[in-house]
């Protein structure tokens, strides 16, 4: 028996895999359960024009990044630290710190585990950070400058 998988299956395959199981696994099991349904012609169909709509959202999704990635190319984050002799920062600029400065001036909403460069900036000067925008595909880059 030939079915579409509607959930990923331990074992079996992931979400919109088209896998061949026994009749009694399948109609007991899979099918009760709602974790596949058997694969016709018509089911083929929908799964083929879902998939199309998913390549449609992920190209969207990848362009909305490149825009973002453009974006930030121009964008110079300020940062104000203590310092003390010969340079030496008290304290640091977090990820965090990044993210928020972000929204807060620019309106560019990413998340703080996106940071490639996951370690605080504890020095002076300019520093560009890298940022995953989009599956290791669109790697955005933000210079921040810590001062006094």
């Not at 009760?32 to 998913?54: F, G, H, P, W, Y």
């Not at 992920?58 to 909305?64: P, V």
């Not at 560009?128 to 921040?144: A, F, S």
């Amino acid at each position: 028996m030939k079915v579409i998988l509607l959930n990923d299956v331990n074992k079996l395959g992931k979400k919109g895999d088209i896998v061949t199981v026994a009749d009694g696994y399948g109609r007991n099991f899979l099918l009760r359960r709602r974790l596949a349904v058997e694969a016709t012609k018509k089911s083929m169909e929908i799964l083929d024009e879902q998939n199309l709509q998913q390549a449609l959202q992920e190209k969207q999704l990848e362009a909305d990044a490149q825009e973002i990635q453009k974006q930030l190319e121009k964008i110079t984050l300020e940062f104000t630290v203590k310092s003390g002799k010969d340079g030496r920062v008290f304290g640091s600029v977090s990820t965090k710190q990044i993210a928020e400065q972000l929204m807060k001036d620019h309106n560019i909403k990413i998340d703080k585990r996106k940071v490639l460069e996951g370690v605080p900036i504890n020095s002076l000067g300019y520093t560009d950070v890298k940022v995953d925008l989009y599956k290791n595909k669109v790697i955005g880059i933000i210079r921040v400058h810590v001062s006094e």
